[in-house]
Structure formats: structure tokens, C-alpha cells
């Protein structure tokens, strides 16, 4: 496994992150004792960044990592959790909350559930538009300070947003969605990262499994937040289905399948990119470990550019309701 520098001055990580939302029902439901095992699998493979939010379940994920924890020494894990989204007891979105008290608050719930004295990179989810970005990283920065986050990190938002919490405190990275069919950030947002040291921490690779080479169009989504995304619905879903099918030849050609060479396509966009996949299970793991040894050459390249330009996704990355709340989709962004 490679090993990089995530931003200008953050923490050394392996190529490939771990991504666990999808162990606490986000796609439906999930094994506690496969999500266990895949997460050990994950640190003997090296992998050592652990993605998750105190949102993911309502606790259920930290708690799940935690235990995990166990089995692993604690220096060799490079945690990173977002936090801010609000929800009742039923799973229902109540809003986003970023105050510096509430950032604190967060933090102190988020420890306790990992059982950890510190959290590696500790971001807000999306920003919050009732909150000064400079008063939530600055309450950041204050836990910087205290020993109980080691850098700084943000999720989902535009350029100019970028530079006023860089201001503040350096920033380690932006996770954000990157994929062959996510390629928003490339026209402002990656040149302004790359300008400003901050690395990429990049979600959705896999266009939540459409770019998985096994997706069903018939397959059901009950309990599943996929159900009103805009990519998996009626004739979006065929059209990016189709876009999928163009691929299978250069898999093949590769001896690879399509995801890996989804994974390997975003890899290949810069050092400072480091795929965060979200698996489950195990099988799901060793694919993208394989995808990491998968160097795609210059041809290769042009050909998946050609055969998926930017923009060639059929719909919105979140149904409309979330897209407003999208800091890095506005236009200032």
C-alpha cells in the first residue's frame, strides 16, 4: 500500500481510506460482525484512514469503529469525523448545526463513543449558513490546541469558503465527491486546494455503486437513501447504466472489473487525491485494495475521458432538497 502526505502538512496516510457510513444503514441494512471484520481487514491491509460521521446510525458507527479500535493500536489509525447533521430518533434530518458550542458538544459525544483521547481529523459535514465558517473552525482550532483534534478538515464546500477557513487554520483536506461521474470539483475547487496545500479525501468513487459494474436496475431500495437520489431514478438511471456498460471493454482488456477501474481512474487525477471507499464487506475491500495496484497509462486515460466526459452523469449528485445546502454547488463556489 502507498503511503502520501494528505495536504501540505497533514498526516500520512495510505492511498486508500475506509469509508464506513454504509456499516450503519445508510444503503440498508448491514452485518455488525461483517462490518468488524472488514474494518480489521482494512488495518492489516494498511489501510489507516477511518471515515465516519457521529451522524452515521445516530452514534451507531463511532460505537461500531470503537470497537474496532480494540484490535488495533491507536497510533496506526488516522480517524476522521464530520459532524453537524441533526436528526431525531426516528432518522429524520432536523438541519445542521455548527456553533462553536455545539462543535464542542459534538466533539466531547464523539470521543466518549470511540473511546479515544483524540480525534486525527475532526470537520463539519456542510457548512452552516447561520454560522461564520471562521467561528466553527476556530472552535476547532481551540480543540487543536487542547490536544483532542490533530488537524482540521472540511467537507463539501467552495472555493471562497475554502479560503476564509484557511485563514483561520490551516486546513489538512476537503472531502468532497470525485468520481468519473462526479467531476464537479475539477473547474475551481481543485486548483484553489491545490493552490492552498489542502489534500482531497475523495467519497462516492464508486457513484454510490453505479460505477460498482453490478448494479441492478431493478434492484429494490427499500430503507435505502438512494431511493430519491437523482442518478438512480427512471430514465437517469438507465442513461448512467449505459455510460457503465461503455467501460466493460477496458476492464476487460485490463483484467480488472469495472470498479477497479473506476478507483484507479480518480488515484491517477493526483498524489494529493486519496479515494475513501465505502465498503462493507469484505469482498467489496479487496476489490479496491487490488484497484490500488492498477496503474492506468496515459492512452488509457484519454480513452475513460472520452467515453465519460465531464458532465455526462444524467442527474444531480443529491436530490434538489440537499443540493441547495451544497456549499461547493453555489455559485460563489
Sequence with gaps: MN??????AGPR??????GCMGMSGMYGAAS????LATLRAAFDAGINLIDTGDFYGMGHNELLIGEALRLARREDVTLSVKFGA????AGRWLGFDARPAAVKTFLAYSLQRLGVDYIDIYR???????VPVEDTIGAIADAVKAGTVRYIGLSEVGVRTLRRAAAVHPVTDL????????????AGILPACRELGIGITAYGVLSRGLLSGRWDSHAALANDWRAGAPRFQGENLQRNLNIVETL????????ASVAQLAIAWVIAQGHDIVPVIGARRRNQLAEALTAANLVLTRDELETLGNLVPA???????YAPAQMVHLDSEQRHG
Design 311 to 317: 458532465g455526462a452523469a444524467a442527474g444531480d449528485r
Design 175 to 186: 472531502q468532497i465527491e470525485y468520481s468519473l461521474l462526479s467531476r464537479g470539483i475539477e
Design 3 to 8: 503511503h502520501l502526505n494528505l495536504g501540505r
Design 124 to 130: 463539519p459535514a456542510r457548512l452552516d449558513p447561520q
Design 13 to 18: 496516510i495510505a492511498a486508500l481510506g475506509l
Design 32 to 35: 455488525r460482525d461483517e462490518s
Design 248 to 255: 466493460r471493454p477496458l476492464a476487460a482488456a485490463r483484467g
Design 86 to 89: 441533526l436528526r431525531d430518533s
